[in-house]
């Protein structure tokens, strides 16, 4: 059994610690990975209510909770597209399908493969091109172009408009405060690929993968990417096969060694290889010299008193891959992860850099300044008191990025909904309720968590449009609106009341009115509720630190108590909608609307953040009520709140409404300010254009009656 020294022991217990107080320990990467894989169901919910025909997976560090905050690793979306069958053999053709045959001849390199385009009525090759994404190549074969690829994408990167192609991929980087997403456009294939057959035979002295693990991986099929190999002739029909669900399941069953000898592989690149030498060898890799030496060591090798020698075992490995330019994939060894990154120029360097942080015994790790790693572990080394753990901020990231995504899923929901009569809109929302019931029945696990976060959004958007047709109609609020939005009552701290005040205060109600916003204030406290809004992609600021700590000692159920989303209404919605925010769903000029993009939906709805709105009603109820010391006290908390809260996403509808209650209390100035202000925070598609023309017009009609009196 390996025996490490005592100097090597007390380091690598020392950077354990360190490790686990920038949250690489095994309650974060559980909760990370709960977190995207939950993430990942919602996505599989909204796309089956919409009838989409695509498959999100969120892949990479992020679902693995192999990252930290320095690392700031970017989302990997790999975008399934439906449409099509591949299969490995013709005995698999179905009839009506639109059926491809993957061909690994001698003509594609181990790893990658040719679709070949198969009739719809009989087993055999399609005989002649009948669109522009399938080519006749030399030997006479139509095969999909790899091009569809970038189509797969193109539906789902309208939300991304600040993005490039990089390859395969569609990444949006460089945003501060914003995550990169990194988006690959892919085409399914159910059946476990040729080229990895022998991979589920293999055993080495460490006995990993086990063979359920194989027998998982093996029932995950893969994928094939829209990408040739490097420098190869079939640069348009060639497809990278991607086994990327097995790398999952494999990395879901490391221990907290493994995986944090896999976050120290990734700091020392992004520390002493990246800003050198950049794309030459990835985290892939990385990862794949890792599954090597776990299946090749006896697992009591991997202890946190080893791990220092760990990683300089993994080091070696990417050391020896590196001079021999060949790093085989784990699963499909043929594929030479390292063919074309390694230039003849960079290549000494790049060697000389390993060796020496290999010659260091961990020295070399003093000089990672990601999530000030040196820094912490230099403190503990001499036993000095070290720098907070970051748990807590990671919980809270964790928590808001859960609710940023429900939102997401609601509002991708909504879409079809937004010009709806109310009747329609009515049949809709019933229908995807229902499907969400069923899809609930169906499954188990997070995708049943999915569906419990989700149905209750969609209750209350239709209690809201049961009460608009009933107000409309000149009705009492029926009992079908109330009970609907009663299920949903309690998704947040604030928004779906607040869509209760709001229909009570349209109605009339204002003694309802103030009893429910009475409660919301009661509860929301501002030194814990955090605002949330998926609209669009807008930079948020620190999380409150009280926020984060709710976040990290309890589970999603808290999202209730200390999240409050934007609140939004539909035009079906319309008589729920006070008459100051009404103006917001006609925002836009026809100029607007020429440069709008799809993730821009949001502009035709009225959105605004909880606390302000629920300020904003309760200078309305109060104003109504005769309750003058309580309006002036909420409009200084809504000025307050405008002023104050870093967090809001649409500040310039907060700016809009405290414009209206500024020409209340006959303040046209200030009026005009709120509108000001508003336009320097979004210049388009912005109500505030309305209101100054509106407020002018009135001043200006105003003097010419005076002069007229006089």
């Not at 998982?216 to 040739?228: H, M």
């Amino acid at each position: 059994m390996f025996q490490a020294s005592d100097y090597t022991q007390t380091v690598s217990v020392r950077l354990s610690e360190v490790l686990a107080d920038i949250g690489v320990h095994e309650r974060n990467v559980e909760k990370r990975r709960r977190t995207w894989m939950l993430m990942e169901c919602m996505q599989y919910c909204s796309h089956k209510l919409t009838g989409t025909r695509q498959t999100f997976f969120l892949l990479g560090s992020k679902s693995e909770g192999t990252t930290t905050l320095g690392l700031r690793s970017d989302i990997d979306f790999l975008v399934c597209l439906n449409n099509f069958k591949i299969l490995q053999d013709l005995s698999d053709w179905q009839p009506g399908k639109q059926n491809l045959l993957m061909i690994n001849d001698e003509t594609v390199p181990p790893g990658y493969c040719l679709l070949q385009c198969l009739r719809d009525d009989v087993p055999l090759p399609q005989n002649f091109v009948y669109y522009n994404l399938f080519n006749r190549e030399r030997a006479g074969r139509i095969l999909l172009s790899n091009k569809i690829a970038s189509a797969i994408i193109a539906n789902g990167t309208d939300f991304l408009p600040e993005g490039v192609r990089n390859g395969p991929a569609y990444t949006r980087t460089g945003q501060t405060g914003v995550h990169d997403i990194d988006m690959v456009g892919a085409l399914p294939c159910k059946s476990w690929p040729l080229q990895a057959q022998q991979w589920l035979n293999q055993q080495g002295v460490g006995q990993w993968p086990l063979d359920d693990m194989k027998r998982y991986c093996s029932s995950t099929g893969c994928f094939v990417v829209g990408v040739g190999s490097k420098s190869s002739e079939n640069e348009d029909t060639e497809w990278r096969i991607s086994t990327s669900l097995a790398e999952r399941c494999l990395m879901f069953n490391l221990n907290i060694t493994q995986i944090r000898c896999y976050v120290l592989m990734k700091m020392i690149l992004k520390t002493y290889i990246k800003p050198l030498y950049d794309n030459t060898i990835t985290s892939f890799m990385c990862k794949t010299v890792l599954f090597k030496l776990i299946a090749n060591t006896h697992s009591n090798f991997w202890r946190e008193k080893n791990l220092l020698v760990c990683l300089s075992f993994c080091l070696y490995v990417l050391y020896t891959s590196t001079l021999n330019e060949n790093c085989p994939h784990f699963i499909i060894p043929g594929n030479n992860l390292m063919a074309g990154h390694i230039t003849q120029e960079s290549k000494p360097r790049i060697l000389e850099i390993l060796q020496n942080i290999i010659n260091s015994e961990g020295t070399a790790l003093l000089g990672i300044e990601c999530d000030a790693l040196g820094e912490r572990l230099l403190l503990k080394l001499n036993n000095l008191s070290s720098f907070k753990t970051t748990s807590g901020i990671v919980s809270g990231d964790l928590f808001k990025t859960i609710a940023r995504m429900i939102n997401s899923s609601i509002e991708a929901c909504l879409i079809p909904v937004s010009n709806s009569s109310n009747e329609e809109a009515i049949q809709i929302l019933l229908n995807r309720i229902l499907k969400l019931a069923i899809i609930s029945n169906q499954c188990q696990g997070l995708k049943k968590t999915a569906c419990r976060l989700l149905a209750p959004r969609l209750c209350i958007t239709l209690g809201s449009v049961l009460a608009s047709l009933d107000i409309q109609q000149y009705k009492g609020i029926s009992t079908e609106a109330l009970v609907r939005l009663s299920m949903g009552l309690n998704t947040d701290v604030a928004s779906s009341k607040l869509k209760l005040a709001s229909m009570f205060y349209c109605k009339g109600d204002f003694n309802r009115t103030k009893i429910v916003l009475s409660d919301i204030e009661a509860n929301y406290d501002p030194n814990i509720v955090e605002p949330v809004c998926s609209c669009y992609t807008c930079i948020g600021h620190y999380l409150r630190e009280r926020f984060n700590e709710i976040c990290d000692n309890h589970s999603d159920e808290a999202l209730q108590y200390v999240t409050a989303s934007c609140v939004i209404f539909l035009k079906c919605e319309i008589n729920c909608i006070p008459v100051e925010l009404k103006y917001e769903l006609f925002r836009s000029t026809g100029e607007d609307l020429a440069v709008r993009v799809f993730s821009d939906i949001w502009m035709n709805w009225a959105v605004v953040d909880s606390l302000p709105y629920l300020y904003f009603l309760q200078y309305k109820t109060y104003s109504n009520l005769g309750r003058q010391d309580d309006k002036e006290r909420a409009l200084s908390n809504l000025i307050r709140t405008i002023d104050q809260e870093p967090n809001l996403a649409h500040r310039e509808t907060a700016l809009n409404i405290l414009g209206q209650c500024m020409e209340q209390e006959v303040r046209p100035t200030d009026a005009l300010n709120c509108y000001s202000l508003s336009l320097n925070v979004r210049g388009r598609s912005n109500a505030a254009k309305i209101h100054i023309c509106r407020l002018l017009s009135t001043l200006i009609n105003a003097r010419a009656q005076n002069q007229a009196f006089q």
